[in-house]
Each structure stands twice: as C-alpha cells, then as structure tokens.
C-alpha cells in the first residue's frame, strides 16, 4: 500500500468513525488533518429545511393518475391467489433466511420484478430466481431455474448461474432457458459472457448459444426482438415446446403417436391458448383435439 | 397482499420513509429546493404507476434510480448554489462580532467549494455527512463500488481543504 493509499484509507476509516485510536493518532500528526477536521465538524451540523411531509403529500396526490393500466394475462383470482402464495413465500423467506431471496412464479404465471439495484427481471412459469441481498452491492449473483429475461443496470458485474452453466454481463438484456432437455442463452443487446457445459463465448446483440438433451452447445442466431408477450424457440425438441405450452397454460398434452423428437423454430404467445397451439401446431403440421384442458394429438 | 404499494397505506408510508432524503438528494444534485420537490414527486408518480412491479424492500433504490434519471432528463442544469441552515447554537456568548462573520465567512466559502464540486462528488460528501448514509448504502444509490465511493468523498474533502486552505492563506 503505498502512502496515500493509506493516508485516504485512514480518513475513510476516520469519517465512518471506525478508526483505532492508534491510527487515529498519527492521522493527527497530519498537516491536513485540522482542516478536514474544520471541514467535517462544520458541515456536520447543516441541515436542509424540514419538508412538511402530510402538507407535501396532498400535494402529491393531486399529481397522481386515479386509474392504473397494467396488464395481465391472468385470469383476476389466479393473480390474487398466486400473488398472494408468492407475498407469503416473499415474507417466509425474509423471515427464515433474511438477506437470501427467492422469486418463483407458479403454472400460469409470468412476472416481473425489479431488483434491488433496479435491474428488470421478467420470470416464465415455474421458475425461480435466488439471489443474496447482503452481498448485492458487491456482486450481482443470481441463480435461476427456469427461464428468464434480464435487463442489465450498469454495475458491479451480474451473473446469473444456471444447471450447467453461467452468464456473466458486461451491461444489456439477454435470456436464460434452463428446463429439461433445453439450455439456452440469448442476447438481445450488449454483450454477455456465456458459459453452456463448460463451452465459454462471448455473445452480441442477435447471439445465442444453446443445448438440446446432453448434446455439445451450438451457436444460434435470431433477429427477433424478446417480447414479453411472446416466447421463442430455435431448434428446440418438440417435447420440450410442448411442455412450455403446458406450464404457460395449465393444459395437459398428450402427444399420441407423434414424434416429439422432431425440432420446432418459432414462437407462441402467451396470452391466448387456441392462439398458441396453431402457432404451435400447424406450423409442424400436427393436427389436435382440445377438450376442456387436455389436448390430444393426432 | 396486505403490503403492496398499490395501497394507499402503504404508498403513503413509504412517502413518510422516503420523501425527505430523496428531496435532499436532488437537492444537492440540482441546488434548487423547489425543483428538488417537484422531481422527487415525479419519482412518487413514477413508483405509484409501478406499483405492482416494484417489491416493498427494492423501493428505496426505485426511487433514487428514477429520481437520478429525472434529473439527468431535466433540460437545464443552472450553476449550482447551496444555502444550508446550521443546526447547532454558537459555541459561547462571548462571540465577538469579528468571530461571528467569520465564520459566515468560512460556511460560504465551504458551501462554494461543495457547489463547485463534480456532481457524484458533491452528492456521495453530503449524502454521508448530511444525510448519515453509509458508504455501503451510497454506492447501492449510486450504483457503483464501495471502494468508488471512497475514492469519491476522499477527493471531494482535499478539494474542499485546498480552498480552505486559500482562504486561510489569503488571509494572513
């Protein structure tokens, strides 16, 4: 350390009050150390005008918009009841574990959150994100399971660690996919650090890398934009599509005698059934029946 | 869910939690008091329209996020002027009058200097001293490292001594 190191060390040490009254000492010995002192103590005793917070909150309530438009793609009771599993959950794990938190969303469910540094964090049906709020401010480290979209604030770095594999952010939006059968890593701006079965490359705007069952990692490319209504899918297993369909709808498919081995590349939306199966379905030339909540294929 | 933002209660309650510091942050962003408060109401609108999005413990940092992008969205940013109110009573009652501007003196040159500052600068030196953040906590406000925030103050306090300091050497 060399001696301004440790000088600014010290006076760090001294404005936070946790000085030893050794380090203290020879800090005095300073030539700068009656002005700082002069500066602190002087400074230490302003204050602003104290704000009339009930007088400045009527105020406020003058500005606020009376009726509120978010949309949902739950039906109202699904929303409340799973809110509500997810608030209870929210408080029992602040309560068990303090400073370790965990998101999940349920079958049916999509939800956004905002981290504690602001970043976006939109997660698919039965997923869950973990993260620990105590070392935050230092690292960004989230673990996922399920699949998730990301937009990055600026910051120390951001990781997000999945089963068999990592992203490390250097600033951006991108998306996981960590289910079954399918690994996959797509950035939609920036740059991100990917790391799939021990396969490590930087990806760009329109990048992917993905892994269907055990096989190696392939580079893809997309110029899709993410879309929160939307899922997308490249080469993935149609089993794999099929089992996305049913968590984003609470449906029951039952393939029949169809292969699902075979590949699909497109999208569903995720806010109409019917819609998605055709989107689904026809594009892979598989005719269906749907009765209540179970789909046959045919 | 009892403690959502979307309820009034507890909106409100976190406007009682948040309002004042926040004002007082853009404050020494901006050196303005009353625009200080229509941008930290700005921040409130923005927090009640995200209600449902932003969870009870990320408030906080919702709020000083979106205060700063409003006020780096602000058209203008004037000369910065700070004006603060002392909280303490004069030392001792034989202050003579020479003492007395003197150390008017000395507050309006320190409120100068802290004016002339870089604005991160000026805002990690006063959040800690005025507001009695940690360290820790500014740099989650400010989105940096601890060790960013150091450097930051330690730099702001030699600029202050060096003014100081001329002041003191004009003087004799």
Redesign the interface.
């Known amino acids: 350390m060399s001696r301004s190191d440790e000088k600014?060390d010290k006076?760090?040490r001294w404005?936070?009050d946790s000085i030893s009254a050794q380090e203290l000492e020879s800090l005095k010995s300073d030539n700068?150390f009656d002005?700082?002192d002069?500066?602190?103590s002087?400074?230490?005793?302003?204050?602003?005008?104290?704000?009339d917070?009930a007088v400045?909150?009527d105020?406020?309530k003058q500005?606020?918009?009376h009726a509120?438009v978010?949309k949902w793609y739950q039906s109202t009771s699904l929303k409340?009841a799973a809110?509500?599993t997810l608030?209870a959950l929210?408080?029992s794990y602040?309560i068990l574990w303090d400073t370790d938190?965990e998101f999940r969303t349920g079958i049916a469910e999509t939800k956004?959150?905002?981290?504690?540094?602001?970043s976006k964090v939109v997660l698919r049906p039965q997923s869950s994100i973990k993260f620990d709020?105590d070392t935050?401010?230092?690292e960004r480290s989230i673990e996922l399971q399920g699949r998730a979209f990301f937009d990055v604030?600026?910051?120390?770095p951001f990781t997000v660690s999945f089963d068999k594999g990592s992203v490390k952010v250097i600033g951006t939006s991108f998306e996981v996919t960590s289910i079954t059968n399918l690994k996959e890593v797509v950035c939609y701006s920036g740059r991100v650090r990917a790391m799939l079965s021990g396969f490590a490359q930087e990806l760009t705007k329109g990048q992917g890398l993905v892994a269907i069952n055990e096989t190696a990692p392939k580079s893809i490319n997309t110029t899709n934009n993410w879309a929160k209504n939307k899922v997308y899918f490249r080469q993935a297993p149609l089993s794999v599509v099929l089992r996305s369909l049913e968590l984003h709808f609470d449906i029951t498919i039952k393939p029949q005698e169809v292969n699902t081995n075979r590949t699909f590349t497109g999208a569903f939306v995720i806010d109409n059934v019917d819609e998605a199966l055709d989107m689904v379905l026809e594009t892979m030339d598989i005719d269906y029946e749907k009765i209540n909540e179970t789909v046959t294929l045919r | 869910?009892e403690?959502?933002l979307?309820e009034e209660k507890n909106y409100?309650a976190s406007?009682?939690e948040h309002?004042?510091r926040l004002?007082?942050f853009l404050?020494y962003k901006c050196g303005n008091?009353a625009q200080a408060?229509d941008l930290m109401?700005d921040a409130?609108?923005r927090l009640?329209?995200?209600?449902?999005?932003?969870?009870p413990?990320?408030v906080r940092?919702?709020l000083f996020?979106?205060a700063n992008r409003l006020f780096l969205n602000t058209v203008e940013h004037e000369k910065v002027v700070l004006n603060?109110?002392?909280?303490?009573l004069p030392k001792n009652e034989n202050n003579t009058p020479e003492s007395v501007i003197r150390e008017q003196e000395?507050?309006k040159r320190?409120e100068d200097a802290?004016a002339a500052l870089p604005v991160s600068q000026r805002e990690v030196?006063?959040l800690?001293?005025?507001e009695k953040i940690?360290?820790?906590e500014i740099?989650?406000i400010q989105?940096?490292?601890?060790s960013a925030v150091?450097?930051k103050?330690?730099k702001a306090?030699?600029k202050?001594?060096s003014s100081?300091?001329e002041l003191q050497e004009r003087k004799i």
């Open positions: 600014e006076v760090i404005l936070e700068d002005t700082y002069k500066i602190i002087e400074v230490d005793a302003w204050e602003l005008p104290d704000l917070v400045s909150y105020s406020l500005k606020l918009p509120k978010v409340i809110s509500f608030i929210l408080v602040i938190q956004e959150f905002i981290l504690p540094d602001s709020e935050w401010t230092t604030n600026k910051g120390v | 869910m403690n959502s979307c409100r406007y009682e309002a004042k004002r007082n404050y008091l408060e109401h409130f609108i009640w329209k995200n209600c449902k999005k932003v969870l413990n990320s940092s919702f996020t979106t603060f109110e002392k909280n303490t000395f507050k320190l802290i030196f006063l800690n001293r005025i940690s360290f820790d740099a989650e989105g940096v490292s601890v150091h450097k103050i330690y306090l030699n202050l001594k100081v300091k």
